[in-house]
Structure formats: C-alpha cells, structure tokens
C-alpha cells in the first residue's frame, strides 16, 4: 500500500488482526483519522459475529457449486485461497460493497420498517458506532462551524456549536448523509459514560410533533419535529436523560 491509495478491505482486516508491520499500521491509521466512511468499513469489519452465513445462504443456493469447485481444483495449490478470516472477510465485504448481500446483513429496515423511515436508517448506521468510531476526530469550534456549514446549506439551517453543546458530551463531528436524495444532517457526541450519541435531521412538511420515544438496535431515540424539519437524539442514554437534553436543544434553537 502506497501512502495515498486507500486500505483495501483485506489490509483492514490484516490491521485488526494486528499482522501489519509498523509501518503498515501508521498508513492505516493515518488514512482512517481523515476518511470517516474507511473509519466505518474498519468498525464493521471488527463485528466479525455478523450473520455471514445467514447472508450467503441465497447466494450459494444460486452459485454453480460443481463448476467452481472444478475451476478449483486445476488451479496450483499455491493459488487456492485459504479459507482465513482474512480471506472471508474481504470476500464477504466486497460482495455487501456490490448490493450482493447488504440487505441481510444489516439493512433490515426493508422488512421492519416503512421504506420512509429515516429514522430507522439512522439506527442502523449508528449501530455500527463504537468510541474508538470518534475518538480521533478533531472537535475544535472553526472545525465544528465549517461542518455546520455544510449542514445550513443543505437543510436551510443556522446552527451554531455554542447551541449544540450538551453537558458531559464532547461534540465530534457534523456531516451530511443521504438517502435516496434524502440529505440527513448527523452531529455525533461522544459520551464517557454511554458512548456515541448523536443528533439527526431532515426535512419535514408533516408539521410540527411533541417529543416522542422509542427503541431501535438497542438504543433509545426521542424525535419531534418543527414545521420544516424533523429531529431526533439517538444513543445508549436513558431515556428521560435523552429528552431532557432535546428539550435543551429545542429550546436554544428557538430563542
């Protein structure tokens, strides 16, 4: 790997598997300090325990099993692939990059949820949150500003880190996401005790909803919404700690 081409998938994994040499691992860690989505491929390839076998029961029912197998054995022994970890898991990646298995993997909004539920696609994205996810990114304030700047241009906002600011968490990043044209504003927390936070928004013309709550992947989220935007707070806190901390928003929002 040169300094500039991106980690593949089988050096992350290597990475994890602590089999790089100094060298390799400066690279790597240099690369994900400034690409948040590698930072997340390098999360989710640590969740080994995900449902590969579940996600490739499809596919291999499909496969030309006879074939593959005899394409196999003319190869040198050499070039066979070894059955590691390794192996699997950038074969497993690269297949989940193309669609191939994605959805059984950790896109089960599809089946448990409206397909317009942004709200579930931002518990499934937090789901593969961790501390380490946030730890390294910078969170100083002309930071902070530009990345909301960002998010003001796209959702027709005015935000300011002074109104973002909770107590006890450190604020680690603003970004945009989107799905299907949908822009969805995160500004992610990092809390000592809970772990990543994070508040989302997106556009709305349901009109204006009082706080409500529920649960996804484990976590608690409390939404509302204004006559423009809808909003929600997701993370491990409790519950009550959660709304109280919307209210703060909201209220500094509104002043």
């Known amino acids: 790997m040169n300094d500039h ?6 050096q992350l994994v290597a990475y994890l598997d602590d089999q790089l040499d100094t060298d390799q691992r400066s690279r790597i860690d240099a690369a994900i300090a400034e690409d948040s989505v590698l930072n997340l491929r390098l999360q989710w390839l640590a969740r080994s325990n995900l449902p590969f076998r579940e996600a490739y029961d499809e596919v291999t029912q499909q496969a030309p099993v006879d074939r593959l197998h005899a394409m196999l054995e003319t190869l040198p022994s050499p070039a066979r692939p070894a059955m590691s970890r390794r192996w699997f898991l950038a074969a497993a990646a690269g297949l989940v ?12 909004w599809q089946s448990s949820q409206p397909k317009n539920s942004w709200r579930g696609l931002v518990a499934d994205y937090m789901a593969l949150y961790v501390p380490q996810t946030l730890e390294h990114l910078p969170s100083d304030e002309a930071t902070q500003r530009a990345q909301l700047r960002t998010i003001d241009a796209r959702l027709g906002l005015s935000l300011l880190p002074a109104q973002l600011s909770l107590p006890r968490l450190e604020l680690k990043r603003a970004q945009i996401l989107e799905y299907d044209g949908m822009p969805i504003a995160q500004i992610t927390y990092l809390d000592p005790a809970h772990g990543p936070m994070a508040l989302c928004i997106t556009r709305s013309n349901s009109g204006s909803r009082h706080f409500a709550h529920e649960r996804r992947h484990g976590m608690n989220v409390v939404y509302w ?7 929600m707070l997701i993370g491990h806190n409790p519950a009550a700690e959660l709304e109280q901390m919307a209210k703060l928003i909201k209220s500094r929002l509104s002043a």
């Open 225 to 231: 919404a204004d006559m423009e935007h809808a909003w």
């Open 97 to 108: 990059v193309s669609g191939v298995v994605a959805d059984r993997l950790f896109l089960g």
């Open 5 to 10: 081409a991106k980690p593949s998938d089988e």
